[in-house]
């Protein structure tokens, strides 16, 4: 963390903004700020540079066009390498989880070439679209609670030896490679095909990514009483459903 | 441009009789207006039914995003300066209903049709419009598959060979791009609050740059089309560079950019602006929307907002603080069930109002105003809601289905 301010990155809104993905960036400054953190958030549109110093970068999800046009200009900018060199946080949702991956389709039906900064591959599934609440227990290593989110996704994605699977799903399809493994992480990058948006379903995801980036054990604590309801009501919603 | 002369054949005929008789009886069993299972009937008896009920008519179509029904009333009411109209007023706008809608105005000159998105390429089709009115694009829930792009494009690839006059807004990228593969364009100024489905060209997929109420692309140089009309403040401009005000009972600056592109239509037809605008003045309410009902001794204001642009031209209209207002969002089929969409919206708008939060998917919205930062009650229904709200009239915002809940808790 450079000086006293957070500095939350913000890719592509352009381009990676379909599902609301703007509430994970809220999510995050507003948990930071309700920490006594200054938090700078920056917007970087697709034909703007990529800055390395952020501390937090969030990436959203898109339609498939959109999705490879992300995937050329960051490759072609190649800031977000240099971030993740410099030990910054990166936060990815569907479309931008597999652009952080070695490879995915894109629109043209093509294999396209992501950012390799996550060792997942993506196809596309055959079967029916992967839509509805999901529920799922994180990985134990991150001592999350259960995961609640949104999935809406043709994709499908394999977790690589250099990563792991973020969580096993319970209900719903997570990375759709029939083995419940949803989402992928390593030390500082994650990716998720959750909606919600995920951290507003899951506000202790982003409080980890405050602990990661500031390197710290704890964090203050907030009133957290609609984030809890909310989580109680979806994961009750997503178990009579099943 | 004639009123009904040519004869139905008798199995079109049959078939607006059997649909009729069908919408008798599910009107009968309490299943609502009937139209839609009638004009079902009558479509299978008789599938070119559709074509042929508007081979005599004059045709518009309407279709965007937002507005579209609303829109569709005004042009009606315009064009009933020149003779009677059949219309889709209650908004069944998918092919049969539009067909139930038509086989109810034989003695019509002009037929007046909201088209869903999805199917405006078939409907521009089978009826052969004169005019075809394309107001928006942005996301929206009803339609999560759909890629607000690839609509556009859809748009673009069935209007190609069309001879109708497309009547389009100039300040909506995705609407240029749909329209600009047609021949005759009027283009309208009727600008466009929502933003955030077109920073990327449709056309190459550079950034669109848009300094003040231009925009352009960068890389390929498609750009907005110099209007020939334009909503100006409070009046429209026609092609003569003329003002004309607009006196609407609707409220909003969305409804001025409908009856800016309401004139513009029935210019096509000789209705001067002048007598389209006053005419216009009449629509009190649409299907509902913008009801002023009373409730437990309170005024309550209904107002419908399905998607992202839908929610902020709402909160531009609403009375300002500390006016109280209810939020209402529900997430069954008709609304789409992912709720994500509420982090598109910016509620910061609302600071100031006492705002109360109803509505199957409440604590979705109680969490998205926490972040916000915003002060609110969350209530089990609107009674409650109406009981805590402080004096004054009460904004009421509701997504799909939230509004017909409350339509039938109120009374309307
Ligand atoms: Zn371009």
Known sequence: ?242 | MAGNTEPLSPRAKLAVTAGKAAAAVSRAAGRGSGSVIGGKVALKLDPDLLGRLAQNLDVVLVSATNGKTTTTRLIAEALRASGPVVSNALGANMPAGITSALAGGTDAKYGVIEVDEKYLAMVARDTTPKVIALLNLSRDQLDRAAETRMLAERWREGLAGSKAVIVANADDPLIVWAASSSANVVWVAAGQEWKDDAWSCPSCGGVLQRPGDDWGCGECGFRRPSPSWALSGDHVIDPHGSAWPIRLQLPGRANKANATSSAAVAAVFGVPPQVALERMYQVQAVAGRYDVVHFQNRELRLLLAKNPAGWLETFSLIDPPPTPVILSVNARGADGTDTSWLWDVDYTRLSGHPIFVIGDRKLDLAVRLEVAGLGFRVCESVDEAVQLAPPGRIEAIANYTAFQDLRRRVGN
């Open chain 1, 1 to 242: 963390m450079s000086d006293n301010s957070l500095r939350v990155v913000w890719v592509y809104p352009d381009l990676l903004s379909t599902y609301g993905d703007q509430g994970n960036v809220l999510v995050v400054e507003r948990r930071a700020r309700q920490r006594g953190l200054n938090v700078a958030r920056v917007d970087v549109r697709s034909d703007q540079q990529i800055p390395t110093s952020g501390d937090i970068y969030l990436i959203g999800g898109g339609e498939d066009r959109p999705q490879r046009l992300a995937a050329e200009r960051l490759r072609r900018d190649g800031g977000l390498h240099r971030a993740v060199a410099n030990g910054a946080i990166v936060f990815s949702v569907c479309a931008g989880y597999q652009i952080l991956g070695h490879e995915f389709i894109n629109d043209l039906g093509e294999r396209e070439q992501g950012l390799g900064l996550l060792d997942v591959i993506s196809t596309r599934g055959e079967g029916a679209r992967c839509v509805g609440d999901v529920l799922a227990d994180i990985d134990d290593r991150l001592g999350l609670p259960q995961l609640t989110g949104f999935e809406n996704h043709q994709g499908i994605t394999h977790v690589g030896p250099n990563a792991r699977p973020f969580a096993r799903v319970r209900l719903g399809n997570g990375n759709g490679t029939g083995d419940g493994t949803e989402g992928a992480y390593n030390e500082t990058v994650f990716g998720t095909y959750m909606h919600g948006p995920v951290l507003a379903r899951n506000p202790q995801i982003a409080d980890l990514l405050l602990k990661l980036a500031l390197d710290v054990n704890a964090l203050p604590p907030t009133d957290d009483r609609w984030f809890e309801e909310l989580r109680n009501e979806r994961i009750a919603a997503a178990t009579q459903s099943a």
